[in-house]
């Protein structure tokens, strides 16, 4: 006999096979003992998670002249033996794919009113019924509601949405979950047993029902997979990995440590080694994001086998650098090499606290000249040879050491001939206005990643002082819960409020913080969300700069075309 693969080998023959949907076969296995089965189910769900499956038990059930007390079936009448022969004549499996006309609909319509050959019902199972044309849809609507005694219609599909809502109201629907990954993984250690499959360790078959991604198809096949690429059923670190072609998870572990260490010339050689090793670009990423995953939720209590030390790491850092990787992900893959941009991408994550830093020093500092009281400075003027004393600081630009005509009576513009003495003045809290604008600003200056993390959030309005206490009110969208839940803990409300204080010159304990999640419905945005549009607007108005160009107008004449779209980068380029 030939091979049989292990998810058509290892199918769920009862319901007590099927995994992860007891929601759904304690329903069905109910209806069958109180004699309460329906004329249509809709069965619904992601791939590889038991709806054919179930479909066919239930149907085998439906169809049992002996029905067991569990609600499975007998497997010893003659309906279920042809059954499991596959020779039944009323149990009518239909690909919805290829047979979606009306034609064929017209066919099954015209076939419904010939009673079964054993047994009370006749079954017809519609897989991919979403495939169905409006038409034939259409054609199935009277015969679904009201079909024969006799008759009783399944269908499955992925995609319920694409389904017309007077079929959905016709149909009983049940909604399949994806089993989570302990019980995949005790079905996987289940077949092994019996198939004589040996794991180096746990964490193998943790892997496994990881990429099968809650499919219970997915899973086996990537077992089935690991197998033929393994010597003697036994699968190790090395045949999952080279199998599947994915990085070892102690080369992602240790490309995470050069990251967060800012061990750059390290990084890059893993990185460019395990591209060596034919690992694709996206896969690689694709593992550190669930590494940098695996450790945030290590510092939220969660466990993880990451070798090296974490100390002096919190979980902001770690999650700004999880919210980067995600959303530089699309950019790059859309870019002209994608390994190159990934590895541009690691570049920056790990000299992160350098940009950081000096990205909050990136307002101009402007530069003063001081007036000394004793010795006046001295500034000739084109049209009047008398010296002009400086009563006020004059802003000096950098391009040119040039006072405006306003600074001197409405003369000519001046020019400053004494060399002058300047110095750089940081404004003190005392003489500045106290706004939410200059107070991201300040905590830029001392934790830029706690300032990236203040605007996921922004103020329902400008923090103010109430009967001695200073009331800050600060909103986040719901796609900022994590940052919302991170900066509401204790530790770090009391590192907020010490901040708050020194700004704005009150006692800690006179800090009141407020936070508060919004919803949908509320017309939010966040600081970052407001700094993206701005952004946008800057890019979207180059573009339209670039389109009105004069030489690229010069260019359409000359080549006789014309230029529809000009795209412009993130760095606005």
Known sequence: MSYQVLSRKWRPKTF?????????????VNSLKRNRTGHAYLFTGTRGVGKTSVARIFSKAIRCESLLETGNPCEVCESCKSFGDNQTLDVIEIDGASNNSVDNIRELISNVQFLPTSGKYRVYIIDEVHMLSTSAFNALLKTLEE??????????TTEPEKILDTVLSRCQRFDFRSPNKEKLSNLINKIAEKEDI???NNNIVDKISFFGNGSVRDSLSILDQLLTFSENNYIDENTLFLGLGLAKQSSLYDLVNFILRNEHQEMVNLYRNLQLENISSEKIYHGLIDTFYELINSLMGGDTNYPHSIEGYGP???????ETLSRDLDWALKSYDVGKSLEIILQKISLRRESLSSNSDLQVKKKTVTEKKETPVKIMVEKSPEPAIVKEPVVIEPEALVVEESNVNEQE??????ELVVEEKKVSNENSEKTWKGFLAHVHEISPVTGHNLEQGNINSEPKIIS????????FPKSAKVFF??????EIQKKLSKEFSEYYLVEVDKVVLNFDLKGQEDSFRSVANIKDEEHEEKIKKKEENLLNNPNLRMAETLFNT????????????
């Open 16 to 28: 007590e096979d099927v995994i992860g949907q007891e929601h759904i076969t304690t329903s069905l």
């Open 316 to 322: 902001q850092e770690l999650m700004w650098i999880y």
């Open 147 to 156: 079909p024969p005694e006799h008759v009783i219609f399944i269908f499955a």
């Open 562 to 573: 014309k230029v529809d779209k000009v795209v412009v980068n993130k760095q606005g380029k």
């Open 413 to 418: 513009p001046v020019i400053v001939e004494e």
């Open 468 to 475: 001695g206490n200073l009331i800050v009110e600060i909103g």
């Open 198 to 200: 040996k794991f180096e």
């Open 485 to 490: 839940e991170y900066l509401s803990q204790l």
